[in-house]
């Protein structure tokens, strides 16, 4: 049985996307947990290795088991093509410095995930690349960032842990207009609720650790874009430099796939419903979540998500002391610097997972000692708001 996988309804991708059955039959995808692939004579080996014949060679170049998932990936988001890599943070470094040399400049919104942040202003320089910081919200500052030639732009939207907006069609007509390609961290949307190919960017950067897998047991990234680029400048970085994915852990992020929207669009509904929750309850200063009508950019989110996403970023009184006892009260919600699982999970980005930005730069990304992210999961609401209840009072 075979049928055209670009006629699938998403659900259905979700599903069936990728899939290539051997002769036994299958229903699960087949874990190809191999390192290497026999040839049948020396003269298939060399035609191979000449790229006459199309076959696997090493696990470290493709897999079967992450063909799949690559594949069923450029279906969910409508890209040429996918390389996955062991974790996310491999797929932001591949994208990365597969393009960039010395001499060439990024421009990249400051509201990053902490590593991200890390590779921009730390690692990127080390090679010779120029890089520059703008507040990811005001296109006046990519105005006058991008009036001058750039090679790359990278941004996430909505941001870490402030669920700031980046305009990304505005953004990347003038990244284009500089010389640069736009690379999005669509970790918080997830393919489902944004596309940002559809918006304009030409690379989108995943860690499928989170959402994808979604059960907290794999680590795992993905990097998509078009056919050419992937070919000419991601692949030679992969292939030499080694970042793969376990074909296991490909495996799980395949069955995990499987249930993405039931599970992103169960956590989402009740991430929506917790904001409003949260924004009545005493001792709660303010709520972040990007389709509430006193989110700074609802319109943009709007425009470029189908739905909220399941984090919801929050500020008590009290500061740190005030966070942390009601961190400290909760029962149900665990504290942890994941996000994207099934469990609910808190974090104190101040302490934990921007710690080490500083204070300075904590203070304009607007990162209070009062400020809670929490991930929403699949338990059911009411005792989700129980939980939060009871910690606040
Ligand atoms: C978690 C995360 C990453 C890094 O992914 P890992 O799989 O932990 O390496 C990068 N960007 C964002 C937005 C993330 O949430």
Not at 38 to 59: I, N, R
Not at 134 to 155: E, F, I, K, M, Y
Not at 339 to 360: C, F, N, Q, W, Y
């Amino acid at each position: 049985m075979t049928f055209d996988p670009s006629r699938l309804r998403p659900a259905t991708r979700l599903v069936h996307g990728g899939v290539q059955r051997t002769q036994h039959g299958e229903t699960a995808e087949a874990l190809f947990l191999t390192s290497g692939y026999v040839y049948d004579d020396a003269e298939q080996a060399e035609a191979t290795f000449t790229g006459k014949l199309d076959h696997y060679q090493y696990s470290r170049f493709a897999n079967p088991t992450l063909t799949m998932l690559e594949q069923r990936l450029c279906l969910i988001e409508g890209a040429e093509d996918c390389r996955t890599t062991a974790t996310g943070m491999a797929a932001v470094n591949a994208a990365l410095l597969s393009h960039l040399k010395a001499g060439d400049r990024v421009v990249a919104a400051r509201a990053l995930f902490g590593s991200c942040h890390w590779i921009v202003s730390t690692l990127l320089p080390k090679f010779g690349i120029e890089t520059e910081f703008v507040d990811g919200t005001d296109l006046g500052q990519w105005t006058r960032a991008l009036s001058r030639p750039a090679n790359l732009v990278l941004l996430e939207s909505p941001s870490n842990p402030m669920l700031e907006m980046a305009d990304l069609p505005a953004i990347s007509a003038m990244a284009h207009a500089a010389g640069a390609i736009v690379v999005v961290d669509n970790v918080f949307a997830t393919p489902l609720l944004q596309q940002p190919l559809k918006l304009g960017a030409d690379v989108v950067v995943y860690s499928c650790t989170k959402h994808m897998d979604g059960q907290g047991r794999v680590l795992g990234g993905a990097v998509l874009g078009s056919k050419k680029w992937i070919a000419d400048v991601l692949q030679p970085f992969i292939r030499n430099t080694g970042p793969a994915l376990s074909p296991f852990n490909a495996w799980v992020l395949l069955k995990g796939i499987e249930t993405l929207a039931l599970r992103v669009n169960a956590a989402s509904a009740a991430a929506a419903a917790i904001a409003d929750f949260l924004a009545e309850q005493p001792g709660v200063n303010r709520v972040w979540y990007p389709t509430r009508s006193d989110h700074p950019q609802r319109d943009l989110a709007a425009r470029q998500m189908t739905a909220g996403g399941t984090v919801v970023t929050f500020e008590v009184a009290g500061g740190k002391d005030g966070a942390f006892r009601i961190m400290n009260g909760f029962r149900l919600i665990a504290i942890s610097n994941n996000l994207g699982d099934s469990k609910s999970l808190v974090t104190h980005p101040a302490t934990t997972t921007h710690m080490r930005i500083g204070e300075a730069e904590r203070a304009r990304l607007g990162i209070a000692d009062g400020v809670l992210r929490l991930s929403i999961g699949l338990e059911d609401p009411e005792d989700i708001k129980d939980d939060l209840r009871r910690a606040l009072a």
